[in-house]
């Protein structure tokens, strides 16, 4: 199993900005797809945004669309999820995950590989 290692997530005010990082160990580890599911409790986990391994595809839900941006630098193997103009609706656990081959998918299940998870929260 390959972890992935989350940073960044914390506390902040509507309308302000945080930068989720996320890290692959393993040189060989070089995932088709990389995204940030983000889970509330007593839902599922939703996938807010993904990248595929160019850089050149990429997935945002609806209500992220415009506010997020979701980078990705294969040389260290790191996705990032820049999140701006955040709202109290954000708040959740944002969890990176990855899969090593196809297409981007908006389906939990279809990701072999998660992080731990970090808390974004985001005070009215």
């Known amino acids: 199993q390959v972890p992935l290692v989350e940073s960044g997530g914390g506390l902040v005010h509507t309308g302000g900005s945080l930068r989720l990082s996320c890290t692959a160990s393993?040189?060989?580890?070089?995932?088709?797809?990389m995204g940030w599911f983000r889970q509330v409790p007593g839902k599922e986990r939703e996938l807010a945004a993904a990248?595929?391994?160019?850089?050149?595809?990429?997935y945002y839900a609806d209500s992220v669309k415009g506010r997020f941006t979701i980078s990705r630098d294969n040389a260290k193997n790191t996705v990032y999820l820049q999140m701006n103009s955040l709202k109290p609706e954000d708040t959740a656990v944002y969890y990176c995950a990855a899969k090593l081959l196809g297409a981007i998918h908006t389906t939990a299940s279809e990701y072999a590989y998660w992080g731990q998870g970090t808390q974004v929260t985001v005070s009215s």
């Open positions: 393993g040189r060989t580890f070089m995932p088709s797809t």
């Open positions: 990248i595929g391994w160019s850089g050149s595809s990429t």
